[in-house]
């Protein structure tokens, strides 16, 4: 018995709790503890050596010497891997049922249960066996039911050990342990119910190409090795590849043939039918992308790539669209659907020559992408073995999924998705802008109603979209592991297993707020007016956020180890930094063209700042570029600044700003919260307003401004003296070099009950302006019921701050933790439920104080969710107290301009009209009628709702007694 054996069955200590989250929502198996019936991976300085049969697949040989390198890594002692000796006394046994004797004798012994895996798709277990074989005291078995089954088991044990599947692509370390132990038991994962799983690399120009031709000399097999090799850590399956003037197939030979011994699944885009990419036309085609005009060429060139690709596992794209990814027509009504059916019975009829007669066994997909789908509802049909696969509209919404009769078709469906995307209204490839929440709900609609055979993503240059990336497969892989529920647990446990478990909650809330503020808009759609700078102070709040998240993630960074501050730089800190700088590049940019129509002198200050942090974006990505000697030198190449329209700009242009020519004296502005204009009006710049500050109220006890700035070179004093003593000023006096910010509040201690009107008079610099206001001291009568208070002429709520909630008829809403772009989403659920009538179905209701009776609009801020069952709208109701249920039809207005506004905002902003007979207490009742509505805010308005890109922010609350 060899010494390592002797320690096995001599320990008697408890085995150790495995670090919690290693491993993203997996059992953990790993301890650092010897105890009864565990198995020592590595212990005492010694490893257990693995043995992988000879005949087993490439693939699997190749994942168990990744595993022999992690656990050396890990331990500092790397196993020995043995394919065609004996097993030694305690060996990691590695096989595939059917391909590898050893695994196959001990499942014909009873030594090993395989029966819940056997002909299963891409199943395993890891067991800890005793006495397994003649000379072997105990085995650590890892089986997979077929070959990718394996290759998951094997990379599961080396995420669980330690080594994250982001090690090489996002520089996360590995800790190191001197002892390994398995548990005794039986783990592993059963088949998903996602049969192909993958991304797509698009788009991938100047930043993903540049990095790679820099690195490898191009998209060869060397770059694809890592790209392999990430998609099987993450347990996904399948690949289309960068397709940017770029052929898999034919850039570097050896690309699919490495694909298949990896066990990747390769396809081809929605646009590249039968094997073959775009650029392969380009080099081999002759006459034109037309069938009816070149049909005979055109079935040559697939008959060369099927063919050339047979041997290969692969899913093989269908149908035809435009050259270049371009509509075949113009018009889908003008569409020959009978030639593109011909197409695709003639594709088959080439399949069924080349690669199986039975064409019925070749996976394909009919990719129903932008006016394909329109093809598709206008009655052209494919074989009922070929999977459809429904598209989003590119910016994350599912433009449709199968009806009830669809989902009885053999070749199921799947979806095409997107984290990255070139077009209208505005190319977003530069960094992630996808928040967990909003995937988690449009994949979840596309598992319940039935799109699950395949899903693919485009994650444009791969590098930026870590996350969303893992988590779309992971939820693919385990949807079961991750419902809504359980999304702040995911974020949790990528961190800890990132990061360690020190600083795991601060570093999750930070890219769970990171996602929340990026969702508000992309980086790309930004411009000077996104933000109101007048109204809410929502400009300045939108910054204050970013600059917290900021500050937040730099504080983790500095107390994190030095060897993970790269990875963190990569994965957290660089989004955030990034995002937060653009957006105050415009916000700094829409003040500096405020300041300069207010004739404010710190305009020009402004101006500095905004080319400021024009630079600063540039002094990121050189940031980014310089990590690890230059390993991600080309990554943030993307120029994403100075959009004109939808393409982006060839490289980053500063926005246009305005300086001013001062003069050298001294000249007094006022500005006041809520108006453009300033006071005294400029020479030639009329101002139709008098400087009224917006209402100040006992509900609220908010403070409002007054900006007193320097319309000149020189400094000057200044006084602002209240018109009564319940006025309170923040500062009576100071100096004014180029502006001070002065806060009005009311002591309502001492302020006459009612309306009352007051003013602050401001002089300084020989000039003299009075502001006027108006204080609001009428106080709730309390009633001891919860309720929102309505002041400065609305009432916003959050969605999940409602007052009550009543189920029905099977139905529910509940909460989508994180979704959208202020706190959180309430969507009914089962999603799969039928409609109701209004107000039969689930009701949420808002208890809200309004101070006067009158007309009101019930503004609903929603998700940008489509109406992906045909014939069924998108509808939700609505009631003040008693009324008859409004229904509002989300989509009611969807023409080309409207979705334009609902993907740029991420949001639907549907309204209602109602009148309330009288002030006080009401109740506003919102009633599901269909399925998928994502309600994230309300607000009732009363007339006083400002211009602002977010909403009012949240209404007081008086509590319940």
């Keep these: 018995m060899t010494r390592l054996a002797r320690r096995l069955l001599i320990a008697a200590a408890a085995i150790a709790l495995a670090p919690p989250a290693w491993a993203l929502g997996q059992v953990p198996y790993i301890a650092a503890e010897a105890a009864p019936g565990a198995f020592p991976v590595v212990q005492g300085g010694l490893a257990a050596p693995l043995h992988v049969d000879a005949e087993d697949y490439a693939g699997v040989q190749r994942a168990a010497r990744d595993l022999a390198t992690d656990i050396g890594r890990v331990t500092g002692v790397t196993p020995p891997l043995a394919t065609d000796t004996a097993p030694g006394a305690v060996p990691i046994l590695v096989g595939t049922l059917g391909h590898s004797p050893t695994i196959d004798r001990l499942a014909a012994a009873g030594k090993i249960d395989v029966g819940a895996i056997q002909g299963k798709w891409e199943a395993f277990r890891i067991q800890v066996v005793a ?209 593109l059916e011909k197409v695709v019975a003639d594709q088959r009829q080439i399949l069924a020559r080349e690669v199986n007669p039975d064409v019925t066994q070749i996976p394909q997909i009919w990719a ?43 070749g199921g469906a799947g979806v095409y998705y997107h984290f990255d995307y070139v077009g209208d209204p505005r190319s977003y490839k530069w960094i992630n802008t996808n928040p967990l929440p909003k995937i988690w709900e449009q994949m979840n609609l596309t598992l319940e109603y039935g799109a699950d055979r395949l899903w693919i993503v485009n994650v444009g240059d791969l590098k930026p979209m870590e996350l969303p990336i893992e988590f779309f497969l992971d ?148 940031e980014y570029h310089a990590l690890k000697g230059g390993k991600w030198n080309h990554m943030m190449d993307q120029t994403h600044i100075g959009y004109t329209y939808w393409q982006q700009p060839p490289v980053n242009f500063m926005p246009e700003v305005r300086e001013l020519t001062l003069p050298a004296a001294a000249s007094l502005g006022v500005a006041v919260e809520g108006k453009t204009q300033a006071w005294p009006a400029l020479a030639g710049k009329p101002v139709k307003d008098a400087p009224i500050l917006p209402d100040l109220d006992i509900v609220n006890k908010t403070s409002r401004y007054i900006d007193i700035f320097n319309r000149g070179r020189k400094p000057f004093a200044f006084a602002a003296k209240a018109s009564a003593p319940w006025i309170k000023v923040s500062q009576t006096t100071g100096t004014v070099t180029q502006e001070t910010r002065v806060q009005v509040s009311v002591d309502w201690a001492k302020a006459p009950a009612g309306s009352s009107p007051g003013s602050v008079t401001v002089t300084g610099a020989g000039g003299s302006v009075t502001i006027h206001l108006r204080a609001l001291n009428a106080p709730v009568p309390a009633d001891g019921q919860p309720a929102f208070i309505a002041a400065d002429g609305y009432v916003a709520m959050e969605a999940e701050h409602y007052t009550a909630k009543a189920d029905a008829g099977g139905a529910a809403w509940q909460k989508i933790p994180d979704y959208g772009r202020t706190l959180s989403g309430l969507a009914p659920f089962p999603v799969t439920s039928a409609s109701f009538e209004p107000g039969q179905g689930p009701r949420l209701d808002y208890r809200v104080y309004l101070p006067q009776p009158g007309p009101v609009t019930v503004r609903a801020i929603v998700g940008p969710t489509l109406n992906f069952v045909p014939g069924r709208g998108l509808r939700y109701a609505v009631a003040i107290d008693d009324e008859a249920p409004r229904v509002v039809d989300v989509l009611a207005r969807n023409g080309i301009a409207d979705w334009y506004k609902s993907v740029e905002e991420n949001a639907r902003l549907p309204i209602s009209s109602h009148s309330v007979a009288t002030a006080g207490y009401h109740t506003v009742h919102v009633w599901m009628v269909d399925p998928g509505v994502v309600l994230t805010k309300l607000v009732v308005d009363l007339g006083g709702v400002k211009p602002s890109y977010l909403g009012p922010p949240e209404s007081a609350r008086l509590a319940a007694r």
């Design 131 to 339: 006495n397994p074989m003649p000379g072997v005291a105990s085995a650590l078995v890892i089986v997979g039911s077929d070959k990718r089954g394996t290759i998951y088991g094997l990379y599961d044990m080396s995420e669980q050990i330690g080594v994250s599947p982001w090690s090489w692509w996002a520089d996360v370390p590995v800790r190191h342990r001197d002892t390994v132990y398995v548990k005794p038991g039986t783990y592993g994962e059963d088949p998903s119910p996602v049969r192909y799983r993958g991304i797509f690399l698009n788009d991938e120009a100047p930043a993903l190409t540049g990095w790679a031709k820099e690195k490898f000399g191009g998209l060869n097999h060397q770059f694809y090795e890592h790209v392999f090799e990430l998609i099987l850590r993450l347990k996904g399956n399948y690949l289309w590849p960068a397709m940017w003037g770029n052929a898999f197939n034919e850039d570097d030979p050896l690309n699919p043939r490495i694909a298949d011994e990896y066990g990747v699944v390769m396809g081809n885009s929605h646009h590249e039918p039968m094997l073959r990419s775009q650029q392969e036309w380009k080099h081999h085609g002759s006459g034109p992308w037309d069938y009816a005009a070149n049909g005979e060429v055109l079935r040559q060139f697939w008959s060369d790539g099927v063919r050339r690709n047979k041997d290969y596992e692969s899913v093989v794209t269908i149908g035809m669209r435009g050259d270049g990814d371009m509509p075949m027509t113009g018009d889908a009504a003008a569409a020959n659907t009978a030639l």
């Design 368 to 410: 129903l992408y932008k006016e394909v789908q329109e093809y598709y509802e206008k009655g052209m049909r494919v074989p009922d073995d070929v999977t459809l696969l429904w598209c989003d509209d590119n910016w994350g919404n599912v433009r449709r999924l199968p009806t009830a009769e669809e989902r009885k078709r053999p």
């Design 475 to 622: 939820y693919a892989r385990n949807p079961a592991r991750w419902p809504k529920e359980k999304l702040p647990e995911f974020t949790r446990a990528w961190a800890e297993r990132e990061f360690g478990a020190e600083h795991a909650a601060d570093i999750a809330d930070i890219v769970t707020r990171y996602g929340r503020l990026i969702s508000r808009r992309k980086p790309e759609l930004l411009d000077a007016n996104t933000f109101s700078l007048t109204d809410y102070r929502e400009a300045e709040r939108v910054v204050a956020d970013y600059h917290d998240l900021v500050a937040r993630a730099e504080a983790v960074s500095k107390a994190l180890p030095a060897d993970t501050r790269d990875a963190f730089f990569q994965l957290v800190l660089h989004p955030a930094k990034a995002a937060a700088q653009v957006t105050e590049l415009y916000v700094t940019v829409g003040r500096n063209r405020l300041y300069a129509d207010q004739g404010r002198a710190s305009a020009n200050a402004e101006a500095a700042k905004a080319r400021a942090l024009f630079q600063a974006d540039a002094d990121l990505a050189k």
